[in-house]
């Protein structure tokens, strides 16, 4: 579903740049343009950049073999840099960026009467590509930016941390003969509400294109809804 979701974005954007490309060629048969077809990239700027604060509440999940279960508690915070050009004589734009987040959850059981508390940290910078599409909603000062795109990740570090009876037990997550992978792929499909062609709220769902963690039918990722606030320059 997640997959068809991405697809069908993909898919309404591109049609959105090919009916744009396609109006701004039509013309009359004498030879003039037509009073109904206009240049949709015509108000639009030809390249923005924007800078965003993130916080998401993350999913992990498990899955082993046709199993799952998904657990919350795991916050984010991010903070990223995007730029965009425009796809000449559409209302498409390509987008890419760089940016950083930090995941973080702690837990407290008790075990035969014993408090244990788990602390877990993942560090990941991000790479950010896809396409955008700048809706102006007339008489305002208002624009929707529907997006869609992939996130290329390095994850810096990710370290769990147990709390026992004094004791702390640390376990790097990436280490040598670790199966979670510190180089991953995620996608994403959301968008913003921009004001005045400064200030931005958006929101967008991350998803994976491939476990974060796989031992033989044991999988492990995470699925999170990514709430922004930021500007546009």
């Keep these: 579903m997640k ?5 069908g974005a993909f898919m309404l954007m591109a049609s959105v740049a090919a009916n744009a490309q396609f109006m701004t060629s039509s013309s009359t048969g004498n030879g003039l343009k037509t009073s ?3 240049n949709l990239s015509a ?3 030809s390249q923005y950049g924007s800078i965003k604060f993130t916080y998401s509440p993350v999913n992990t999940v498990m899955k082993v073999d046709d199993d799952k279960e998904t657990e919350d508690g795991m ?3 991010g903070f990223g840099w995007t730029n965009a050009n425009i796809i000449s004589g559409t209302p498409a734009y390509f987008e890419y960026g760089l940016g950083v987040k930090w995941m973080f959850e702690k837990d407290t059981e008790k075990v035969y009467g014993e408090k244990y508390t788990t602390r877990t940290d993942f560090i990941t910078m991000k790479l950010p590509v896809g396409l955008a599409c700048r809706i102006n909603i007339p008489n305002t000062k208002v624009t929707l930016v529907p997006a869609a795109g992939f996130d290329f990740l390095l994850h810096l570090s990710g370290q769990s941390t147990v709390k026992y009876d004094g004791e702390k037990e640390s ?3 990436f280490g040598d003969d670790s199966d979670f992978r510190r180089f991953n792929i995620d996608w994403h499909i959301g968008g ?3 004001f005045d062609n400064c200030f931005f709220i958006g929101a967008e769902y991350e998803g994976p294109v491939r476990p974060l963690y796989k031992e033989d039918d044991t999988k492990m990722y995470f699925s999170m809804a990514n709430l922004s606030i930021g500007l546009e320059f």
């Design 36 to 38: 109904t077809v206009s």
């Design 3 to 7: 997959k068809l979701l991405l697809a």
């Design 43 to 45: 108000d639009l700027p």
């Design 192 to 194: 913003k509400i921009v």
């Design 171 to 173: 376990t790097n997550l």
């Design 75 to 77: 916050n984010a915070l």
